[in-house]
Every structure is written in C-alpha cells, then in structure tokens.
Nanobody, 120 residues
Framework: QVQLVESGGGLVQAGGSLRLSCAASGSIFSINNMGWYRQAPGNQRELVAS???????DYADSVKGRFNISRDVAKSTMYLQMNSLKPEDTAVYYC??????????????WGQGTQVTVSS
C-alpha cells in the first residue's frame, strides 16, 4: 500500500506564512505528478498547485506569487510554502500523488488533509 501524510497546518494571522509537507511511503516505485488541493466548507475541492516529476509547476491564479510548491524526490516528500496568507486561504489542504507501485500500475492517492485557518 501507499500512504500520504500531510503536516504543517495550523492557525495563522493574515499576512503570515505556513509550510505544508506531504510525505509518501509504502510500495512506491516512482512518483509522477503531485499536487496540493484545498476544500473550504461549502466549496468543491480545488487544485492549488501541482508539480511534475520533472519539476514543472503550475498554480491557481488565486495563489500565484504567494505560494511555492516543491518536492524532494529522494525523500518522496512534497512541500507547499504559503506566504502572505489571506482569510480566503482557510481550508483543509490535501496532498495528491500519482504513484507507480512496485508491482506496477499507476494509482492516484490522497492524504488525510490538514487544516489551515487564517484569521483576519
């Protein structure tokens, strides 16, 4: 099996920063695309940022210039540095990864989510 574990969420004031981490473990041959999603109460889950195995990144317009996604391939870990946080960034943040398992096949996995709350 494969597990994705997020950490780094919490409560921060507007204008502050947080760094989320997502560590993958289990029967992993390689990790392809990874991404961070978020879901606020009453809203659909939305893509915040994504990163390919080659390091190419993409961001939602609402976070461009404020958030930075990165990954450490050797550690099977992805990060999301969030700066200049706004109350509208408040949501549960989920890690997502497309993993090629040791037994073969590509599978989509989700973490359990971590709460980010930005106070005004």
């Amino acid at each position: 099996q494969v597990q994705l574990v997020e950490s780094g969420g919490g409560l921060v004031q507007a204008g502050g920063s947080l760094r989320l981490s997502c560590a993958a473990s289990g029967s992993i041959f390689s990790i392809n695309n990874m991404g961070w999603y978020r879901q606020a109460p009453g809203n659909q889950r939305e893509l915040v940022a994504s990163i390919t195995s080659g390091g190419s990144t993409d961001y939602a317009d609402s976070v461009k210039g404020r958030f930075n996604i990165s990954r450490d391939v050797a550690k099977s870990t992805m990060y999301l540095q969030m700066n200049s946080l706004k109350p509208e960034d408040t949501a549960v943040y989920y890690c997502n990864a497309v993993v090629r398992r040791l037994r073969g096949g590509n599978y989509n996995y989700w973490g359990q989510g971590t709460q980010v709350t930005v106070s005004s």
